[in-house]
């Protein structure tokens, strides 16, 4: 474990309902939603809040320095807070920030807000638009990357990795099934495995419309206290006990090694003595934002070798019922507001330790759970949450 | 508060670097202008990147004025942050450096790269930017930008403070006199109060030399946490006040002639930095004055004088006998991203007693401003001191 001048616990988490179109809400108010569902879930008042964070990608929607609208949302008013934003990971940034700002002592309770509102923009456009304006623009195709694809293809044939992307994308979807605000819930069937995919059309190689997230309005809101409000306000907490964040330069050709998902993945673990991650996490919230990519990561996150996480997938390792449930909530593949994803990641696992999860709680005891980040080029931030409080 | 640990981590700035700013900086792109600063504080601290050395880096820049969607992405490798962690913080740079020593404080890192850029150059007009930060509903329909925000607020404070437009031209005359003694300013020509006065009106009654201009540049620090401070040099600065503050969003919502997010700020940065009375406090100030009007203003939310007292602070000459922006401040010329930000480094510059012609005398304590937001509806104090010992 890294050094931690206190602890601190994610104590309350809310999220709005995640659809294609919020269209009966504006962007102040669709972070309402979920700012009132955090304060409530923690039994607390905005006047128990001493600092507000905030994130998105402002040029999904074109709003500048956005938190100045949105305070009319986040209750900010008369409050401290900063404004993050690291692309895909913003959510995820949020949260190691309040756990930062909250150890630090500066503030006790931090509530952490990301939101996106991907109806109001152009998606793909705006996501082309991070790539160098000289360099690589020109080839930059959004998010949608057939690459993972066409690696597990290479590496376990096409048969047996269609076969297994597809299944993850069934399980992710047969958990979204069982979370109401979940954005996609389409009802696939394992019967139909290879015929779903089949008859999906393609995007990029294999990467087809099946395998790729949605692209979701949503805002998701997290509170996170100090180890002594925890005690105040007699909290259900789930502690933070350790995050990790892995950047990687850009031109992403010229750059062989390691996954940022596995470094980031042997970095946490060897801090804090975990050396066998598939039995010593109880949940694992992924930032997937296509079946082909979770797959790939699943297998750096988990530090699998060979074919390990494949055989995870087949074998149903990764189900709500398995020995690692992956996103019990339907993960990204269901609901993707981009600068709230993964925060909701964060979110979910806080709420799997919590044993606040509802329908779509995992049906046995959650001690640790772990969130992952994407975004960027191919960045990696890692969340470990316990039930247990970490000893100095 | 009492869940306050009993002794608070601290955090120091060990090292800063600023480029010249310049209106535009054609020459070199955004990675180099970050490349020459964070070379610099590499040199002055000795530092590498890796373990033991620069952990993390914090960095500050904007979508919009970068015209690129996650506009750190860009920076990854300058930085430092291939296979390693950097954060941004969109943002004027004062709330970096807030961000910077909260990640030191909280233990999770000892060393800490701090970089921000922004070349306002690039944008055919910042007041497209700037628009943009208003709702499509009400705000943005009836023309809003920063500077119209900015032209509303001066009207309110100079009916309230009763400020003269001469006085305002004074202001930026004295911005001039500084910049001529700070090797990074970008407007150091001489201006009379007539050559001020003479300037085309933008929104009444701010004129163009009024109105910080367009520059380009980048800034970086070195915050460390007070064990690894120690090592990396014997003029550490220790940041021992932090506070900000959200305003509302609707005009009409906020009182513009007042001070009510920034008075919030700069109360918690001097609880957390034990001060009573602000007046005599700090031996150089620096106000992030987008707008000459809001020097007073500010100054009048940082408790340097009364509550209404601007017009009479400046009259009593209080922006030299306080010390106040010896830098030049925004008038002589700093992008808006990195305003509070370049006033940290000012702050810093004269806390180790490094300014040169500029040098405010026995520099002990400092305190610098930054904003952001329309009209200041973001506001960010920070405290800083000097001393091998931390305070």
Redesign the interface.
Known sequence: M?????NVAVIGAGMSKFSSHREEV??PEMIHEAVVEALEDAHLTMDDIDC?LH?N???FE???????????GTG????????????GTTGA?LA??A????????H?VVLAIGFEKLQEGHTTG?????A??LWGRSLQTGALTGTAAQKLIDQFGEERAKYAAMKLRTIMDENAMRNKKAHRRLGLDRRYIKEAADNSPPLVGELRMIHMCSQSDGTCAVIFA?E??VA?FNANPAWVVD????????TIVFNP?KS?QR?AAERLFARNGITDPRREIDVFEMYDPSAWWGLDWLGDFMLCDGDEHLSMVENDDITMEGTIPVNPSGGVQASNPIGATALVRVAEAAMQVRGTAGGHQVPRPVRRALASGF???LWTVLMLLSKEKPQP | MASRVPSPPRAAICAVAQTKFEANKWRVRMQGMLWEVIDSVRRQTGLAFGDGGIEAAVTVSDDLFDARTISDGAVTDVVGAHYRSEEKVAADGAQGVYYAAATVMSGHHDIVLLAGHCKESQAASRNMITHLAFDPFYTRPVGLDYLAMAALQAQAYIARSGITESQLADLVVRARHWARLNPVAQETAALTRDQVLAAPMLADPIRESFMYPVSDGAIAMIIASEKRAREITGKPVWVTGLGNCYDSFFPGERDLAGNFPLERAAQRAYAMARIDDPKTAFDVVEIADSYAHQLPQYAEGLGLCGPGQGGKWLAGGGPDKQNVNRSGGMLAGNPLMLGGMARVAEAVIQLRGEAGGRQAPDAKRALAHGATGPAGQLQTVIVLESGGDAP
């Not at chain 1, 890294?2 to 206190?6: F, Q």
């Not at chain 1, 756990?99 to 500066?106: F, M, Y």
């Not at chain 1, 995050?243 to 850009?250: A, G, P």
């Open positions: 890294k050094n931690r001048n206190r504006n962007q507000v994130g990608m402002e040029l074109m709003v500048h320095q956005p938190d100045m609208w949105h305070v009319l900010a008013w008369g409050k401290p807070g900063i404004r993050l934003t690291t692309g940034t190691c920030a756990d930062n700002i909250v150890a630090s002592g500066l006790d705006g996501i082309t638009n991070m160098d304006p100090s002594d409000k105040q995050h990790e964040t892995v950047h990687r330069e850009e090694g940022t470094v975004g960027g080029t």
